[in-house]
């Protein structure tokens, strides 16, 4: 499959990665938006959010549960924010499922 994070995750691509188990990758963005950027995504592909389902929910939980880990090792105690974009109206540029993790200042614009 033609997927940049699949390639990513199978270490095709370099990456900085910060955290991995067996269900969740979790890297350093590219292009940062905030002090702290990190990407945390599903081993396995999934489209985005917009593809919950019974069969890939398990893995959806798994990258959940990792958020709190990844923002523990990225030294967010403050807070930090969690971002994921859907589809085109949503500005998803990459389509395999991501959450986006800023932090490490006071973050501006809320949308939400
Ligand atoms: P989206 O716009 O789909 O929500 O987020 C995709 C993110 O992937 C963007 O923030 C972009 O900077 C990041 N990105 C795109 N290509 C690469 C890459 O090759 N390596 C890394 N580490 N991040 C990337
Ligand atoms: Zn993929």
Redesign the pocket.
């Known amino acids: 499959m033609d997927c ?2 699949c390639k ?1 995750i199978n270490g095709d ?1 370099p ?2 990665k910060v955290y991995e188990n067996e269900y969740v990758f979790a ?7 905030a002090k702290v ?1 990190v ?1 945390v995504v599903p081993k396995k592909h999934i489209d985005s959010i917009d593809c919950a389902d019974p069969s890939n929910i398990c893995d959806i939980a798994k990258v959940i549960e990792a958020i709190p880990v990844v923002a523990k090792e990225c030294g967010l105690a403050n807070g930090y924010r969690v ?3 859907v589809g085109e109206d ?6 395999h499922l ?1 959450f ?1 993790i800023l932090g490490g200042e006071k973050l501006p614009v809320k949308l939400a």
């Open positions: 940049l994070f990513i691509i990456s900085t890297f350093k963005d590219i292009n940062p938006n950027h990407l971002i994921t974009n949503g500005g998803q540029s990459v389509k991501h986006h």
